[in-house]
């Protein structure tokens, strides 16, 4: 009998014992998320496979966690959960959420350099997009203080690569383009189609798929991540790469301004400064996304189309978008578009 009660005693005790090792490996990871004194709300749209939500938006949750020892708690929202893509500005305008991935079209109404980005006068090469227009560059100091003037902060700027264009029938020169309805997601894109003698509809990425698919549009203009991520090559068997003669999409994360000034000084830089790491990381991940991009798409049925500077093909595009070029570049603050040219 004793030695039942203490085998049950021994038995007791090794269950206790593993009890509270359980605990000691649980309540730092309690301790941890309630001591969070802030959360940050981060909404994302479009395919969560893209390197713009897929590399981005864990990276800088981790730096802003680890780095603020808790202290801020960053909760995500993908594939338009919380925030659609054409609502960013006032979402974020209002609090609806704290961090959001945005087009830069939607601000160009409100930004002069937001304009600038987000017109044809903006090509620069996937290789220099940082260099011009990454953090710690003069344009991208002078997009953050205009939106700061608007309620919101530039937390990173992201290279979309350039806007392609993705149809059910073949399109190659500026005369295809002529009275077809084509899918545009802002005010630039709509311009350039407008331009072409196109007819510009605009429905938000996730809604392009059934928009080919039911023929509601014969075309969509977007990059070549919706085209992967959301298999659009389902729906449009022909894809024509601009390289960059209608300008280059640019996406980037802005952050409410109350939310980023209601922090502490020293969370605030923390904050900031994972906008800044997750870019270059995001960018770098971009380019080597971009450089399977077209080879990935040809081998799910799209027959590509590239436009090369100096061909004939690109010198008629460039052609008939010089107007709107003249008409975009006239108001724009002088020393940004020669920032611009001279890269």
Same mark, same amino acid.
């Given at each position: 009998m004793a030695r039942v009660a203490t085998g049950l005693a021994a038995g007791g005790i090794r269950r206790l014992a593993a009890g509270a090792l359980m605990w000691l490996i649980v309540l730092p990871w *309690? /301790?941890? !998320? !309630? !001591? +969070? =004194?802030? $959360?940050? #709300?981060l909404s994302s749209w479009g395919s969560p496979a893209a390197p713009q939500v897929a590399v981005f938006t864990p990276l800088f949750q981790k730096l802003v966690e680890q780095n603020s020892? /808790? #202290? *801020? %708690?960053? =909760? $995500?929202? %993908? +594939? /338009? !959960?919380l925030v659609k893509e054409q609502e960013v500005a006032s979402a974020i305008q209002s609090r609806v959420v704290d961090i959001s991935l945005s087009t830069v079209g939607v601000w160009a109404s409100i930004s002069p350099p937001a304009a600038l980005v987000n017109s044809v006068v903006f090509r620069p090469s996937d290789r220099n997009f940082q260099a011009l227009a990454g953090s710690g560059s003069p344009l991208f100091a002078a997009l953050d203080a205009s939106l700061r003037q608007h309620g919101a902060v530039l937390l990173s700027m992201l290279d979309n690569g350039p806007p392609m264009v993705i149809s059910r029938a073949k399109m190659t020169t500026p005369r295809d383009f002529r009275g077809k309805s084509i899918r545009v997601y802002d005010k630039a894109s709509s311009l350039i189609i407008h331009t072409l003698a196109g007819a510009p509809s605009t429905i938000s990425v996730s809604n392009v798929y059934p928009a080919l698919q039911r023929g509601t549009v014969q075309a969509a203009i977007g990059g070549v991540q919706g085209v992967i991520g959301l298999k659009e090559y389902e729906v449009a068997k022909y894809l024509l790469d601009g390289n960059g003669v209608w300008g280059v999409g640019v996406t980037m994360y802005v952050m409410n301004k109350s939310a980023l000034d209601e922090l502490p000084s020293d969370l605030q830089q923390i904050v900031l400064q994972a906008g800044k790491t997750a870019e270059k990381a995001t960018n770098q991940a971009l380019l080597a996304y971009f450089a399977k991009g077209l080879d990935a798409v040809r081998q799910h049925g799209m027959e590509v189309t590239e436009l090369r500077p100096g061909t004939p093909q690109y010198k008629a595009f460039a052609a008939a978008l010089a107007p709107l070029a003249e008409q975009q570049e006239a108001p724009l603050p002088p020393d940004l578009v020669k920032l611009v040219h001279e890269h």
């Open positions: *309690i /301790g941890s !998320a !309630a !001591a +969070a =004194q802030f $959360t940050l #709300r020892k /808790g #202290r *801020i %708690s960053v =909760q $995500t929202f %993908s +594939a /338009g !959960a």
